[in-house]
């Protein structure tokens, strides 16, 4: 399948209107060479209709991610702001792709693993660019509600002192000083964080913070075994004084509680309080889209600071 050529003309919009949204100052802060050549399979058919460039639709996306817009609303937003133009490529009078385009566009990137392929690469890159210190790391997870009370692949979890909820569970490795989310797994919501904790501990981890799920021999072996050093919060033992307990919790609670800002950012601002899709790999996908958008704009944010 030929590609489509965009961006030919040069662009005569005035840059004065977007410069609350700074999508040229964030544009310029990652490389997108690596994530191109990630993205090149994605339509290399010899046949059919032109395809969108797909670097173009993988940038439509964080968009969609940053602004909280459905297919339809991203397919009109690159229809008339110029902003989101510049940002995916597209000069100014060109046709932009249509909401079917962008359902298509999901399908590949799930059916080639490139969600999580593009996660792990931009990563990396902007964990070379100095955006993780790897002094310290915070493990924790979160359950977003599914799509629909019919999606077969998610799971009810209870939570304490709160009704349950229908859906799947992120559990992250946070950067402590940064904020750069190094990992992210997404299982099913009634997955135990311990057992999962054991697959999001990152190498040179540093200090791991975490809460008391994360109370096990299994996750203090693991954390030393990538070379760091266990700071959970630690479960009351019958027998024992909670007093103890408590003096060691203390002052470990301040720090762990730092990712929860993240689950904020995720459920107040790209409204990731429910997912958009049905199934497991589209709640990966929308989660692996939105660690990235998020540890973009972080790492633009450090730069600018």
């Not at 977007?18 to 999508?23: E, I, S, T």
Request: net charge positive; charged share 30%; aromatic share 8%.
């Amino acid at each position: 399948m030929a590609r489509r050529s965009i961006g030919q003309e040069r662009f005569g919009f005035d840059r004065a209107a977007d410069r609350v949204m700074g999508l040229d100052e964030l544009l310029s802060a990652l490389d997108f060479k690596v994530p191109a050549q990630l993205l090149s399979p994605v339509y290399s058919a010899a046949k059919g209709e032109p395809a969108w460039p797909p670097l173009s639709m993988f940038k439509a996306l964080l968009l969609a991610t940053w602004y909280d817009l459905s297919d339809v609303a991203l397919a009109e937003a690159l229809t008339d702001r110029a902003s989101f133009r510049r940002f995916c490529g597209f000069s100014r009078d060109e046709a932009t792709p249509e909401r079917t385009a962008f359902v298509r566009f999901r399908r590949m990137l799930i059916a080639n693993g490139l969600d999580r392929s593009l996660f792990e690469t931009i990563t990396l890159q902007l964990e070379a660019k100095g955006a993780a210190v790897r002094k310290g790391t915070l493990i924790d997870a979160t359950i977003i509600a599914s799509a629909s009370k019919g999606d077969g692949e998610a799971r009810w979890a209870k939570r304490k002192n709160k009704a349950p909820v229908h859906g799947y569970k992120a559990h992250v490795a946070v950067d402590r000083d940064t904020g750069l989310i190094r990992e992210v797994i997404v299982t099913p919501a009634n997955e135990a964080d311990v057992s999962v904790g054991l697959e999001i501990i990152p190498d040179e981890p540093g200090e791991v913070y975490g809460d008391k799920a994360y109370d096990a021999l299994s996750i203090e072996k693991a954390i030393l075994r990538a070379g760091g050093t266990p700071r959970i919060l630690r479960n009351g033992q019958r027998g024992k004084p909670a007093q103890r307990f408590e003096e060691i919790n203390r002052p470990l609670r301040p720090i762990r509680a730092r990712v929860e800002k993240i689950f904020g950012t995720w459920k107040r601002s790209y409204r990731l309080r429910q997912m958009r899709w049905i199934g497991l790999a589209k709640a990966a996908l929308q989660i692996h889209l939105a660690t990235i958008a998020y540890n973009y704009k972080r790492y633009w944010r450090l730069q600018t600071s």
